[in-house]
Each structure stands twice: as C-alpha cells, then as structure tokens.
C-alpha cells in the first residue's frame, strides 16, 4: 500500500494554486508520522520545482524540504518525489519554452545532490493529461487550444524527463523512474469509432514517447508530422529512451468518457468536437448508455503494451464515504487478483491523504470546495482527522485484508444510480445487496427524518431496513434485543422521537418514555449486540442567554419538558453506551416534505398570505439532506458522543423567511413584505423558547454554509419537480 497527498500546484493565468496551502500541511509537520502510522510502505510526496526555485535556479530556498524530508527520513518512511505536478514550472518558463527541459533537468539534478538518499522518483506527474489541460482545453497555463502545440508541450515534459532522470542516476545510479498519467479508455457510437480509436491510442502518448516507440510504425506518428513535428525530435526519443521502471496508473470514475454525436441528449457543457464533428464528451459512467470499461482491463492493457511493472498511482473515488471505501476496495480486489495470474502490479495508491480542493473546476477557480480523503480537515483546527477509509488504509496495509458491512454492496457506479444523461434508465435503476449484508435499521418509517435518511440510503446503495414505529416497542428490552437479533443490522438510526414540544409541556411522561427511556433501552442492547447506534437531540437544550452560538461543551439548562427530555436522554445514553454517537441539530428543512419552515413559508407567500415569524428566536438551520449524508458519514467513520450538526450561520426566523425569498427563483414571484416579525411572546407558546439556540461545533463543522443549502434547496426542488413531470407524461 502506498499513498501520497494530492498536491497539485496549477497556474491559472498569473494565479498559482497550492493544494498543499489550502490543506494547511505546510503548517503542520505533524502530518509526516500520522501518514507514516498508516504502515504504507511509500509516500508520493511534493518536492516541487516552483516552490524551491520560484525566481531562478541559482536562488533556491530548500528550506521546506529539508525539514519535511528530514523528518520522513527519521521516521523511516520511503518516498517517491515528485518534482513537478500539474504544473508549468516557474515563471522564468512553461510548458513551450524550448529551454523547459535542461532548466527542468537543472532543478532534479541540485534535487538529488542535495537529497541522495531518495530512490524513486515521478519528476513530472500526469505529462499527458497536465499537455491536455493546458494546451487542448485551455484550462491551465497557457491556456491553448492547439494541437500542434500540445504535441510539442508533450515532446517537451517527456524530454525534461528523460534528462531529469539522467542527471538523477548521476547520483543515484539506483534511481527509479515511476511515470504516473490518468488512463481510461473510449467508448461511443457507431458514427464515431474514428475518433474513439484516436482518442484511445492518444492516451498512451507519454508512455511511448519515453519508451522511445513513436517510430514511424505508429499509429499516430503522421499526426505528429501533420502538426509540424520534425521527424528528428521524434527520433531523439527512440535514441534516449527512458522506459519507466514502474508504470503509475491514475484512473477516476470520470476517466472512461463516451461520445455521442446526438447533442440534444446531453447538456451544452459537453459539447464539442474534432473539427469535423460535433459531439458530446460525457463520463461513460453517466450515461447509461454503454458498460464502463473495467480497471482490471485497463491494467491488462498497460501490461500486454509494455510488460512493465505497474502501480496504481492513484486511487480516489469523489463521494461519500462509502463510495471512497468500495471504490479502494474494488480495485485492491483486482489488483491482487491479476498479481495471481503473474501480472505484476508492485501497488495500490491511497490518494488524497488529506481531501482535495477545487477539483470541481478543474482548479480553474479557488472556491476552497473541499471533499475529504483518507484524513477529513472539516474540524475547527484543521487538523487531519480519522475517517473509515484511513481505518481501511492502516489495514490494507498492516494486514491485506478489510472487512466492513458498508463494502458488502456495490458501488453506485455499478447500480445505475450515477446516470445522468437518461431519465429513462434512472428511474429503472434498482438497489443491488447480497443477502448476507447486514442493514442499517432506521426507525421511524412516518417521520420526515426516517423518510429522509432511507431515500439517502437509497442513493448511496447503502442497505436499510425502515421500520415504523409500531413495530418495535422501544420500552420492552426483551422485544428490542429480539428484533435485533432477527435483523442483524450493524447500526440503528433511531429518527423515532416525541417532537410535539407545546405537547410536551402537558404530557410530559409520553415524551419522556420516548426520547429518554426508549432511547436508553435501545443503547442498552446495542451495547450488548455491539451494534453502531445514533441518537438525535435538538437546540431546545439551550436555555438561550448564550452570546454566541452553542458548541457541545456549552452547559445544558433546557427552559421546557421537550429539552428536558432530550437533555435527560443524552446523559444516560452515553452513559451507558458511549460508543453511540449522538447528534444535536436544530430547525429542520429540505426538499422532500411539506411541513417544513422554508417550504410553508413559500406556500403561504405564494397564496398572497402573510407569514408570522419570530424576529427574537435565533436558530440554525439545518439542511435534511446535509444531515443525514453526514450522519451516514460519522456512522462510517465508526465517530461517537456528541456532536453538532448544522448548517453554519445563525437567524432570526424572520431572517430566514428573507432568506428563503431571496434564493427563491424568481418565477415564483413571492412578496418579501408579506414577512411579519413578530417577538415571540406574541406566537401564543406554550413552552418557553430560548432566544438564541444556535448551534456551533468544537469537534467537526461538516455541513457547508445556510446560504449554500438553501440554494441547493431550490435546485433540489426543480429537479424533484422536473422529475415527478416527466414521470407522470
């Protein structure tokens, strides 16, 4: 097992963009030993000619490196350096300075005189996509659409390369070359079988070009010629080949495209061509219309084309946890199985240590858009945090082996859950579970939350069971422990509570026996069962004289018996099971009821009614899908205790109702002066309200700002709403 941390430092225009800066390792020496304590045997780490040498090469500041590889070297972990990733050098050159190659050369060879105890190297990674992105896209520095000069930017890295390498076994005459580039491979109709093929044989162009086989017995050797490539620049690299020691594969879900000359199936993003023809160029994975290739393809490929040792390079699913977890898990399973048929595959690569950012524009954009990798930096400090796949990391690793129930099913990538671009086929799609996996148990099959998280399950192809309320009596231990003997779930999500709070304040012993004595029983015997169990409790533990909002370590002093209930509940579940995870959150809404706060209050302003709400009550609100995503994420990740989720930002309820308004669409055409605010003391409560429960966490901030969800909310809606048309038509 080896990994390493996605740190790609791209120009866009005069702006360069540091992963390793926005992922704060630059300020935390502490990262080396928690990557070491994972038992990986190598570490792909960023030694990176921009940074080093910024201005020129006669003024290079090592100072970085030399603490940060002195550290690795101390802890005894092995490296592979990169020296550029998807990058254009310093300013002083770029992918078509004719010198890039010997000022490249340059940087490696004061590189490893300076550290000649590193072994393996990746001098430039992904040369091929990095030439794509910056000289066919246009997304990165230079930002051309040129073909002629793609070629000539891959000749280029590829040369730079080969000379780096050279001035690299000078020192080290034991050096390894591991070449790294995303491999996928081409689907699409009938009509567009040239452009498949060309694309297809285009993907191995900086692999060939360093083993010296674009001769002219190539397949695409006229094309170079066609855009002006001398025949002796093409010789050179037959002369000086510098076939990789190992072959790093680098392959996404997004990796394998599909072409479609029918544009009106897919949206104008897609839409492109060679010039001759116009076609849409979509993930294959999306489209429903044709069967993925698999990795374990892909490596036959690599192999029977250069009979090279191969790694996987880099291995990262973008999604939620358990789409990370099954993705790592299905290509461990492959790569071991060709090892067994003799195809040597030397590694699997955890990539993305720490998360990634911006990867959603290509890093065209700084957004600061994070998804979580191995670690999660989602915390106050950002410091990396343990999730379920660093757990399967250290594992795989330590052992080979990793078993959890959430790998028991399928990637939705396998499902038909992903399609993007079929409406028809998506709503065929169906969930696949073995028999033997082991469900989670959602209770409450009438409430808005089980409702929510058993349509989030669904989504993700994570294996529920909704059981309704009247089907398991929470205050009989022995009818609990039996239903879970039956079930076999590996955890229980009890979305069951008493929520009438006025109720509550008159009948307090049906609320208590519910949220409290319920809640206990439950943990009880999940203790016993060694079954994950989540518990929600709510703001209203607040007494509301906070100046700020409310982290979990702010003492509770509910003001009525709802809050008691909950406060009394959280004390004694996690007493007597602390290994339960229990989560406050507070003021729900979403797209998938209609008794929410957001949802009525465009219903009531778009009947041309006045909406009464609280101008004295500040809350959190708390997105239902952001909800019950992180919950399944913290269940994974095997958290627990008490933790806050809700949507940063705090209101008014008359600040909300604004709010919501203002994100609203404006074909909707909603009057904003029909929002009364109105103190609270003038709602008619029966309980006393706290006046500020908003809600803040000290452990873990997952859920993206108020303003975020809401307009997630409404595009949530007009989807939920296209659908349900195209449905009934």
């Not at 594969?249 to 897609?270: C, G, K, M, T, V």
């Not at 319920?518 to 943990?523: D, T, W, Y």
Request: hydrophobic share 35%; glycine share 6%.
């Amino acid at each position: 097992m080896w990994a390493g941390i996605e740190c790609t430092l791209n120009r866009v225009e005069d702006r360069y963009a540091n992963q390793c800066e926005k992922n704060g390792h630059t300020q935390r020496l502490g990262d080396l030993a928690l990557f070491h304590g994972l038992g990986i045997q190598k570490l792909r780490y960023p030694c990176l000619w921009e940074l080093v040498a910024p201005q020129d090469l006669d003024h290079c500041d090592w100072g970085f490196l030399d603490e940060r590889l002195g550290e690795l070297k101390n802890l005894g972990q092995s490296i592979i350096a990169g020296l550029l990733h998807h990058g254009s050098g310093p300013r002083y050159t770029s992918l078509i300075d004719p010198d890039f190659p010997t000022k490249f050369a340059t940087y490696a060879r004061l590189f490893v005189t300076r550290y000649p105890w590193v072994t393996d190297f990746t001098p430039i990674n992904e040369i091929n996509t990095t030439a794509r992105f910056s000289m066919l896209y246009g997304h990165w520095y230079p930002h051309l659409k040129d073909e002629a000069l793609y070629l000539r930017s891959l000749l280029l890295q590829c040369r730079g390369t080969i000379l780096s390498m050279r001035e690299i076994r000078s020192v080290n005459p034991a050096a390894r070359l591991i070449q790294t580039d995303d491999l996928g491979k081409c689907q699409s109709t009938p009509e567009l079988v040239h452009q498949r093929d060309f694309d297809n044989e285009r993907r191995w162009l900086s692999w060939d070009l360093l083993c010296g086989r674009v001769t002219p017995a190539h397949a695409l050797y006229e094309w170079f010629l066609q855009c002006k490539i001398h025949p002796r620049d093409l010789a050179w690299f037959e002369e000086n080949a510098c076939p990789p020691d190992v072959i790093g594969i680098n392959h996404y879900h997004l990796s394998n495209r599909y072409l479609d000359q029918r544009l009106e199936l897919f949206p104008a993003w897609s839409h492109g061509g060679n010039g001759r023809d116009a076609y849409a160029d979509v993930g294959a994975v999306d489209t429903g219309l044709v069967t993925p290739v698999g990795i374990d393809t892909l490596l036959r490929e690599t192999w029977e084309r250069y009979h090279i040792p191969i790694a996987v390079t880099e291995c990262h699913a973008r999604g939620r946890r358990e789409a990370q977890m099954r993705w790592l898990d299905e290509v461990w399973k492959t790569c071991q199985s060709l090892r067994a048929e003799s195809i040597p595959i030397e590694a699997v690569t955890a990539w993305s240590l720490l998360g990634t950012y911006d990867w959603h524009n290509l890093c065209t954009n700084c957004e600061f858009f994070y998804e979580s990798g191995v670690f999660d930096l989602r915390n106050a400090e950002r410091v990396p945090q343990e999730t379920g796949l660093s757990k399967m990391v250290r594992a795989l690793a330590n052992t080979g082996d990793f078993q959890a129930p959430i790998l028991g099913s399928p990637g939705i990538w396998k499902t038909g859950r992903r399609i993007l671009f079929n409406a028809q086929l998506e709503q065929q799609s169906s969930l696949e579970h073995d028999p033997s996996v082991r469900p989670v148990l959602i209770i409450g099959a009438s409430g808005t939350l089980g409702r929510a998280f058993a349509r989030t399950c669904g989504a993700r192809n994570i294996k529920y069971l909704l059981l309704p309320r009247n089907q398991l009596e929470l205050t009989d231990l022995n009818s609990i422990k039996t239903l879970i003997q039956e079930l076999r779930p590996w955890a229980i999500i009890n979305a069951a509570g008493y929520v009438r709070v006025e109720a509550a304040e008159t009948d307090y012993e049906t609320c208590y026996q519910t949220n409290v004595v319920g809640a206990v029983n439950l943990a009880s015997v999940c203790r016993e069962e060694g079954v994950s169990l989540v518990n929600f409790s709510s703001d209203l533990v607040f007494d509301g004289t906070a100046l700020s909002p409310s982290g979990e370590s702010t003492p509770v002093r509910p003001l009525n018996n709802y809050g008691k209930s909950k406060a009394a509940c959280e004390e004694q579940v996690l007493e007597i099971d602390p290994r339960s995870l229990m989560i406050r959150t507070s003021a729900f809404f979403g797209p998938w009821d209609e008794h929410n706060f957001v949802t009525q209050t465009l219903r009531t302003l778009g009947a041309q009614s006045e909406v009464h709400a609280a101008s004295d009550q500040i809350v959190s609100p708390t997105y239902v899908p952001d909800l019950t995503n992180e919950t399944l994420d913290l269940l994974i990740d095997g958290e627990c205790g008490l933790i806050h989720l809700a949507n940063v930002g705090e209101v008014s309820w008359e600040e909300f109702a604004w709010k919501a308004v203002n994100y609203a669409p404006e074909s909707l055409r909603l009057d904003p002066s029909l929002i009364r605010g109105v103190i609270t003391d003038r709602l008619g409560h029966q309980a006393r309200m706290p006046r500020r429960s908003s809600l803040t966490s000290e452990r873990q901030q997952r859920l993206p700002s108020l303003e975020d969800a809401l307009a997630r909310y409404f595009l949530d809606v007009e989807v939920s709403l296209t659908k349900k048309q195209e449905h009934e038509s």
